[in-house]
């Protein structure tokens, strides 16, 4: 999923419009925006479908108000029941509050069974609900502390925002498995500040807003709507969580979901890739007489590939960018229709070449096994697949919408045997070791802005603060392990 937010300026609802269309690649199945009006009373409007289709100028001039929140949503938890389209709106102790999360909460199970037989009628089958009835049933008398309460008992990732109408909060769980990034629009001077908060910064970029710095794991920023002024809280890791009690970072951000031209967590995702090919090449070399990307996702690093052993990069797939959800089948068996509706080989380019194709990674190996068929087809002689993250093992339990364990391709072969599966000449994957080593010679860099932030940095663990779960199946919760390996408990 992903979120969005802004204070203070004018027409609101049409830059949180701006906002989610640039966060579109995170999920399209529904859209959302609510905001806050002069008169402090809120306004909602959310529907399944692009950004673009859900939201008509008519929409947005509804949405009043200075300050917004939206939500673009890919369903990993609760399937998708209208109920469960967010932003979410509830009241709270008579407060109308409205919530947009990204992340997966783990022990979601556990939670709402709670608060069932406690009495609570829960609408959606969504988890974002729970942590709005988490903060109702909160004792505590300031609203920040019935946050901070609700927040201690989740187990798992989210990133979340939550507009009322006096504050916009902004929240990261204790392990920080989504990015969420504080920036700011201009203002005159000595005018109040308006802020954006957004899941990537290229909704930034097309917003007008500065980057300033990532909200941090465990933090809770309220922005104050009348003044602007903002602070920061903490808490802790729920008790839930905790194996390892330490940063967990989604690396997957960076082999597959952000945009290139992101920045997440400080790092140039599209530098990232590129210097993941790189090490593939150096790891991984060949022979052969060109390198190719599966686009969009392989290109950055194909790229990579390509500078590092100094083999051309050429362009031997083309993607179709309008494939929407309905097309009509031709009535013979067309073979391979549906790949092809998608990604097309370049003929003359590939025939008759040695080709190395790079990918982001291999889940359930139906779409890179019918590309190399596809290239046969085309006249390639040989296909090299090179893989620029390790074989995907386990399921996801924090947002990004893996397969169940049992349809991974990597669970039930090696290597060697997936080679022969995709009928490619030969396969290799990143190691997590070399991901790693990628990733954290970026961190280590530091050449990017460096907030002058107080963070305790207590967690930052031996790996750099990467989960790399799916790989290796090391969760940081027990539950998310439970459910992932059964057989260890
Ligand atoms: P496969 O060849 O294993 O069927 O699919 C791998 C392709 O799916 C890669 O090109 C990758 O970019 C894409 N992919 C990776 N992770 C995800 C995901 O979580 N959801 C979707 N829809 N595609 C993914
Ligand atoms: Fe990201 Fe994989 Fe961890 Fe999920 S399990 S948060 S996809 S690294
Ligand atoms: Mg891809």
């Not at 916009?168 to 908060?197: F, I």
């Not at 104050?224 to 905790?242: I, P, V």
């Not at 998608?342 to 194709?357: A, D």
Request: one cysteine or more; aromatic letters at 8%; glycine letters at 8%.
């Amino acid at each position: 999923c992903g979120v969005f937010g802004v204070t203070n300026a004018e027409n609101a609802s049409k830059i949180a419009y701006l906002g989610l269309f640039a966060l579109q690649h995170r999920g399209q199945e529904s859209a959302g925006i609510s905001t806050i009006d002069e008169e402090k009373l809120p306004h909602s409007f959310r529907n399944s479908g692009l950004v673009s289709d859900v939201f008509k100028e008519e929409e947005l001039l509804k949405l009043k108000g200075k300050n917004a929140i939206g939500h673009v949503r890919y369903s990993t938890s609760g399937g998708n029941l209208g109920a469960n389209i967010q932003p979410i709106t509830a009241r709270i102790g008579g407060v109308p509050v409205s919530l947009s999360h990204n992340g997966n909460i783990v022990n979601s199970e556990d939670l709402r069974q709670n608060l069932e037989k406690n009495g609570a009628i829960l609408q959606g089958t969504a988890d974002t609900e729970l942590v709005l009835h988490l903060m109702a049933r909160s004792t505590k008398e300031t609203f920040i502390e019935r946050l901070r309460e609700a927040f201690e008992k989740l187990a798992g990732a989210f990133s979340l925002l939550i507009l009322t109408p006096t504050h916009l909060y902004a929240v990261v769980d204790a392990c920080g498995y989504r990015p969420l990034s504080l920036g700011q629009l201009p203002t005159e001077k000595g005018e109040k500040s308006s802020w954006v908060l957004s899941s990537e910064t290229c909704a930034m970029d097309l917003v007008g807003a500065e980057f300033i710095r990532d909200i941090v794991p465990g933090e809770i920023l309220s922005i104050d709507l009348a003044t602007g002024h903002n602070e920061s809280c903490y808490f802790n890791m729920s008790a839930f969580q905790s194996k390892n009690k330490q940063k967990a970072k989604c690396i997957f951000e960076h082999v597959y979901f952000a945009r290139p031209d992101s920045l997440v967590w400080n790092i140039p995702a599209h530098d990232a890739r590129f210097a993941m090919g790189e090490e593939l090449a150096h790891i991984s070399p060949v022979e052969a007489d060109m390198v190719i990307a599966i686009p969009d996702s392989g290109v950055p690093m194909a790229m990579g590939y390509a500078n590092a052993s100094g083999i051309p990069f050429k362009i031997g797939l083309i993607r179709n960018h309008y494939v929407g959800r309905t097309f009509i089948e031709p009535t013979q068996n067309v073979r391979n229709f549906r790949v092809r509706l998608k990604l097309n080989p370049v003929r003359e380019t590939v025939r008759g070449k040695r080709i190395i194709v790079i990918d982001d990674s291999i889940v359930r190996g139906t779409t890179s096994r019918k590309i190399i068929e596809l290239l046969r087809e085309a006249g390639a002689k040989e296909v090299h697949m090179r893989i620029s993250s390790p074989p995907v093992k386990f399921p996801c339990f924090y947002g990004i919408d893996t397969p169940k364990r049992k349809e991974l391709l990597a669970q039930h072969m090696t290597p060697k045997e997936m080679n022969e599966f995709l009928k490619s000449d030969s396969l290799e994957f990143l190691s997590e070791d070399s991901l790693l080593s990628v990733m954290n010679k970026f961190q280590n860099k530091n050449r990017y802005k460096v907030t002058n932030f107080f963070h305790e940095e207590k967690s930052e663990s031996a790996n750099g603060g990467w989960c790399t779960a799916c790989f290796s199946g090391d969760y940081q919760d027990i539950t998310a392990q439970k459910i992932a390996c059964p057989e260890n408990f």
